[in-house]
């Protein structure tokens, strides 16, 4: 079962999460398999699952009703890489490969290759007042010196830095089986924060790197390996990094696969191309078939119910009982 946990360090303005995803992980990797784009490279399979990892551990920390997205736009062989995670920690997450990957493939070479990538943090409100626009923040994928970062888990501390002037220490790992992840922070110095108001004070910023909690905190989670966040259980990773630390434990969570997609969203996608467009499909293939890049789903639309799309409000046959 995929778990995430949520802990405080008592009396110490350091708060962390931890999260295993096994079974929600599993399964969006097995409909990958099942689905015409095949199988991702080990490689792929990695920096998607730290994504997963890091979005369910950015999610439960600011608990956004909406959507929190995670995407990478590469300027390589992947040229997106998407997590998306709801308010209930129910997530999706896939990758668009167009280039071959080599089985050492790093970051750089799958996303950064001319150190043109960037990765965007959004989030998109459940209930939107008329016209409102999704909150989103973008980072480059390099360093201060203009170097390359060769892990996602720095990307999203300089994100959080820069953001929201918190320190924070993220280590994710993943693999065919599990996608795991640690987070680390320092709390704000006064008042709450999240990624969309963010905490810019003067005390805040003061504190920035030189919290001896924090750092101590933060070297200890440093210690633990990738290896051992894939294989050790929750209650050991918590107990051989912080024995010495006094932890208030949250209730565990239970994130989930879902998909959000739904014959709603393609026949409104299919309209936004314009009844052109879509006439011109329908010609040229007898049908309009859209299949889900989260989960497979397929989506099949023909000439009558491309033409249905466009009729006018009102001029709608009967409800049919077919099942969709
Ligand atoms: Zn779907």
Redesign the pocket.
Known sequence: MSELHRFLFEGLPVRGSIVRLTDAWQEILARRRGSSGGEWPHPVVELVGEMAAAGALMQSNIKFNGALVLQIFGDGPVKVAVAEVQHDLTL?ATAKVVGPIQANASLADMVNVSNKGRCAITLDPKEKFPGQQPYQGMVPLWGDKHEKIARMSEVLEHYMLQSEQLDTKLILAADERVAAGLLIQRLPAAGENNLAGSMVSKENEDQIGVNEDYNRIATLAGSLTRQELLELDVDTVLRRLFWEEKLMRFPSQRPAFA???SRDRVSNMIRGLGRDEADSIVAEQGEIDVS?D????QYKFDAVDAAQLFAPPGDQPPVSSEVQ
Do not use: H, P
């Not at 989260?294 to 789903?297: E, I, L, P, R, V």
């Open positions: 999706r998909c959000t997609c889900c989260f989960c497979g789903q």
